[in-house]
């Protein structure tokens, strides 16, 4: 069945420094992909979005590419801020159904 | 506008009682799901309403496990018997319509735990 896996937290890193999370997935057909962000306290938000290979889903300065040669969607930032602390979720939702399937998160902090 | 409300935002109870969890989706929106978060895992689909019928209900783990939606908007999850590996926190998203590119967007969740 379909699947995501992140790469495993907590990632913590200084502001300003380049920020890369793994996220690769395993689907048949096309879907599409989504990463998620849940700041302390609040719920899920969408950050952004792909819905076909080779896209780019972009917001609030981060990006990800949908590779389907690689099943990957990493998520990158060039310059993280404090502001960026949170949990980030990896998502797909299959061609054949109506569920998102997340992965099980990346908790990233960001120091001054 | 009003987001996707959820009440209560925490619930305790004990082993072997009843609960039922309220979701009010985004108004106009007629898909919606939910879904259970464990401690440090990403959320996992239980349910997907399409108006007023359960058009999914492939991810609800038992039969102790029902949700209605009986006029197309407000939603109710009921757990019945609950047990301590039913602590979690269940989170309800709404869509405008089911498509693929559309926005879930998700309540603030309801903490259940059970002792």
């Known amino acids: 069945g379909n699947s995501v896996t992140q790469m495993e937290g907590p990632v913590t890193l200084s502001e300003e420094a380049f920020l890369t999370i793994n996220c690769t997935y395993t689907a048949t057909g096309y879907p599409s992909l989504f990463w998620y962000v849940q700041y302390p306290g609040e719920g899920l938000q969408l950050l952004l979005k792909a819905t076909k290979a080779d896209d780019k889903g972009s917001n609030k300065g981060f990006e990800a590419t949908y590779r389907k040669e690689t099943t990957s969607f990493h998520l990158e930032k060039g310059s993280v801020q404090v502001s960026d602390s949170a949990v980030y979720f990896c998502?797909?939702?299959?061609?054949?159904?109506?569920?998102?399937?997340f992965g099980s998160g990346t908790r990233l902090l960001v120091r001054p | 506008g009003a987001g996707v409300s959820q009440t209560p935002s925490n619930k305790v109870t004990e082993k072997g009682k009843y609960v039922e969890l309220r979701c009010d989706p985004i108004s106009g929106h007629t898909a919606l799901y939910w879904y259970r978060q464990s401690l440090g895992q990403g959320p996992e689909f239980l349910i997907y309403?399409?108006?007023?019928?359960?058009?999914?209900d492939s991810g609800l783990p038992n039969d102790r496990f029902f949700a209605v939606r009986p006029e197309g908007s407000v939603s109710t999850l009921k757990i019945q018997r609950t047990e301590r590996g039913d602590s979690a926190v269940y989170l309800c998203a709404s869509s405008m319509d089911p498509g693929r590119a559309n926005e879930q967007f998700f309540g603030p969740g309801t903490r259940l735990t059970v002792l």
């Open positions: 309403f399409q108006g007023t019928g359960a058009a999914d």
């Open positions: 998502a797909l939702w299959g061609d054949s159904s109506y569920k998102l399937i």
